[in-house]
């Protein structure tokens, strides 16, 4: 019950944008896919799961680390923010395990944004001399009596818990959606509402990327 229950609610001002971002989407021609009551990553990690089945390549867009765990031959995460891609030697490299052990180091680590409990005082060096020694979450475990110091302490008190944290730091890969992801074709972009909706919020660059098709009455309003 606690899952996320400390985040913030989003602001009204970030709340009234989603409309309008969703309406422009759509006019570019790309898919967009809602399924209520799950995740908007339990949805990418099933579309990605399928894409990964028919070998088909997938990048995708996030800075979210939960992402990491995504990643295989076919699957590879983008930041367009800092410009970074992240293979399989990119996960390593970054956090120090293998994409295949990011929701063991998760599961360790906790994240306090989502109320994952973790083990306390478990930071990223220790979850990964860890899952170094041990492999994996399961191996931590059945290896607890072995972790000396304080931090050992701890991470016996949290053995129950452990398993729960696993569970919230898992990608849904097998959410019911409404297409597959063979179906997630791009479709004509409608550049006339897009000109349109580009004008009424401002977007001059957007407007000019679009060319020179503008009737004399939108220029009139773009200038």
């Not at 990605?48 to 996030?62: F, G, H, N």
């Not at 060096?125 to 050992?152: M, P, Q």
Request: charged share 30%.
């Amino acid at each position: 019950p606690e899952y996320k229950a400390n985040r913030a609610k989003m602001p009204d001002d970030l709340r009234e944008q989603i409309e309008p971002i969703q309406t422009i989407r759509r006019n570019m021609g790309l898919a967009l896919i809602i399924v209520d009551g799950v995740e908007a990553d339990d949805v990418i990690g099933t579309f990605a799961e399928q894409a990964t089945l028919k070998k088909m390549p997938v990048v995708i867009s996030t800075g979210d680390k939960d992402m990491a765990q995504l990643v295989n031959e076919h699957v590879t995460l983008i930041n367009t923010m800092t410009d970074t891609v992240m293979d399989d030697a990119g996960v390593l490299a970054k956090f120090g395990v293998r994409p295949d052990q990011i929701i063991d180091y998760l599961a360790l680590v906790g994240d306090t944004s989502d109320n994952i409990p973790g083990v306390p005082k478990c930071g990223p060096k220790t979850a990964v001399k860890w899952l170094t020694e041990y492999e994996s979450l399961e191996g931590v475990i059945a290896h607890a009596d072995e972790v000396k110091g304080k931090v050992g302490e701890y991470l016996r008190e949290s053995l129950e818990l452990l398993p729960i944290s696993y569970q919230l730091a898992t990608i849904k890969l097998d959410v019911e959606l409404p297409c597959a992801v063979e179906d997630l074709q791009f479709s004509e972009p409608d550049e006339a509402a897009l000109r349109e909706l580009f004008l009424d919020y401002e977007f001059k660059q957007w407007v000019d990327e679009l060319g020179d098709d503008v009737t004399p009455e939108l220029r009139t309003q773009q200038r």
